[in-house]
Each structure stands twice: as C-alpha cells, then as structure tokens.
C-alpha cells in the first residue's frame, strides 16, 4: 500500500467531514411496495404500527446522547441498522437511513458523546464506548416499544463512522453484519509518524474549527491516535470479524479516505476464512455525492440478503 496515500487517509480522513461494479441481488421485499422501497413510497401501510420517527435519549457513560430511530412499518419485531456518522459528521446518510426503514429495517441515528449537543466530550477512544451504548439501548426490555429483533442488528457507518462500526462489531458477538462505507483506518500508526508537519498541522487547525465536537482539540486527538496505536488498526482486526456478514465500499476519487485504504481492508479481510465479505468500488467521492441512490440500493440489498 502506498505510505503517501495511506498517510492522507490516516490525517486527511480525520480532517474531512466526513471501476469494478457489483449490484445486489433484487431486494426481498413485502407486498406493500409496487416497486423498489429504495425510491418508492409503499402502496400501504399498517394502520395500528405505521413508519414513525421517535426521538430518543441514550446514555453513555451517565452521558446523554441525541438521537431518533425511523421505524419500520409493521408490528415488527423489525431488524435494525445503527447508523454511524463521521468527522465531524456534516454527512449524516439519513437518506440511507431512510431508504433502508423503507426496506423493512429500523434504522438508529445518534451523535457521539460531545457531538452536535450530545453531552461529554467527544473522542475516538469515546466514540467506540458509545456504539457498545447504543447496541445495549436497543437490547434493553425496556425499549421493546421500538420493535427491536434484537437478535438482528447491523452497524453501518461512514468514513470515521466505518471505523466506529468495525470496531465497535467486532467486540460484540451479537453484531452479525457491519459495513464500511469510505471506512477510514485511523491505527495506520506510521502514516500519522510519516506525516509532513504540513499535514499535521492542517489537521490541528481543522480540527481546533469544530465547535460541533465538545472538548476536542488537533493537539488532544493526535496524542490519543499515537497512544492507542496497533489497537485502532482496522487491519488487525480482522480475526475477530470470523463469522460475520462485512460489506466495504470504497470511493475511487475519495480525497480523504484513499481508495487504497479500501483496498488494504479488503485483502485483510478475504485472508479470514470465516469472514463473509461483499465488497463494491464506485466511481464517486467521499460522500458518494453522485451515486446516492446506488448506494442505498447496494446497502439495502445487502441487510436483506445476507442480515435477516
């Protein structure tokens, strides 16, 4: 893998807000929908349990998080998806959250601790604690209101997300399926060491910018990248993804997340003989501007196909 790239995605990916074609099989879907629930609306909905948002408070660490959950109609259970944003999280991917409620999943969004108002200080290190937060809000009895198979959720996250995701899955044997879209690997220790002061230094006022992420500093998040090390790395967390459902999407004109990063990932992962692993490149850029629909399609696809 070239350092130079991987240097980018390591410091540029943090810095960001966040072909070989693959298509998923057609979607498994209810009679409810004339069409794709990707990009249409259902003929019909469940009168007594229709598709609804509600408004959510979850604690992590005796902090409160925002989020909201898009409920799937029907009386369920229903399968759910936790949706993880990036750095800083400008891109939110409610409209993948959207077109895979449609598909007959929930779909949880929440911001970090210290993120976009959610209480605390924000962190990498925090960050992971708050997806293990999430996973145990969604499995508490108490929130049985919410339609939850618990015995079904995935995690998919972008960019800063995806490595949220991965991490976060691998540590809980009940995660099952987890997706990285542009996931960016922030334990490539050498490419932060081989990283121009320039770059460094571009990352430092970037990120001393972001009012929206509580306690966070450029000095603060290179100490905690270079003292977690080998523990972020995203690479040597493949052994522990045995027997889970993985789909990585990768950008081929990312300019934070290189696409080699994708790559390195993918090679890393097709090593483990117990890791199911989908994998797509598209022709897009970080936040897979031009190729929405796409996306949701491939992802939707995907939890229908090999996470129920």
């Not at 259902?42 to 998080?65: C, N, W």
């Not at 108002?117 to 929130?143: C, H, K, M, Q, Y």
């Not at 399926?177 to 770059?199: F, Y």
Request: net charge negative; charged share 20%; glycine share 10%.
């Amino acid at each position: 893998m070239d350092r130079a790239k991987a240097m980018r995605s390591a410091i540029i990916a943090a810095a960001s807000f966040m072909a070989l074609p693959f298509m998923a099989t057609p979607l498994m879907v209810s009679s409810a929908w004339a069409g794709d629930p990707v990009i249409a609306d259902p003929t019909r909905i469940d009168q007594d349990y229709p598709p609804a948002v509600a408004e959510l408070f979850i604690d992590s660490h005796g902090k409160r998080m925002n989020g909201h959950i898009y409920l799937a109609d029907g009386p369920g259970p229903h399968p759910t998806v936790i949706m993880l944003h990036g750095f800083p999280g400008n891109e939110k991917n409610l409209d993948l959250a959207q077109a895979i409620r449609r598909s007959g999943w929930n779909a949880l969004f929440f911001h970090y601790r210290g993120a976009w108002g959610s209480e605390g200080d924000f962190s990498f290190t925090s960050g992971i604690e708050d997806v293990v937060a999430a996973l145990a809000f969604l499995r508490d009895p108490a929130n049985q209101k919410l339609r939850v198979d618990t015995d079904h959720i995935a995690l998919i996250g972008h960019s800063m997300g995806g490595f949220m995701a991965l991490q976060g899955g691998a540590a809980d044997e009940g995660v099952k399926c987890i997706a990285g879209v542009a996931a960016a690997n922030l334990g490539d220790r050498a490419a932060i060491a081989e990283a121009s002061p320039e770059a460094l230094e571009g990352f430092k006022q970037y990120s001393d910018t972001l009012g929206m992420l509580n306690g966070f500093s450029g000095d603060g998040a290179i100490a905690e990248l270079a003292k977690a090390g080998a523990s972020f790395d995203l690479l040597q967390l493949a052994p522990q993804l045995a027997g889970k459902s993985i789909f990585l999407i990768g950008g081929e004109r990312d300019q934070a997340v290189d696409i080699s990063v994708y790559e390195s990932l993918v090679e890393a992962y097709k090593a483990v003989p117990g890791i199911d692993l989908a994998e797509l490149r598209l022709d897009a850029d970080h936040s897979f501007s031009w190729r929405r629909i796409r996306l949701a399609g491939e992802l939707a696809g995907w939890l229908n196909q090999s996470c129920r």
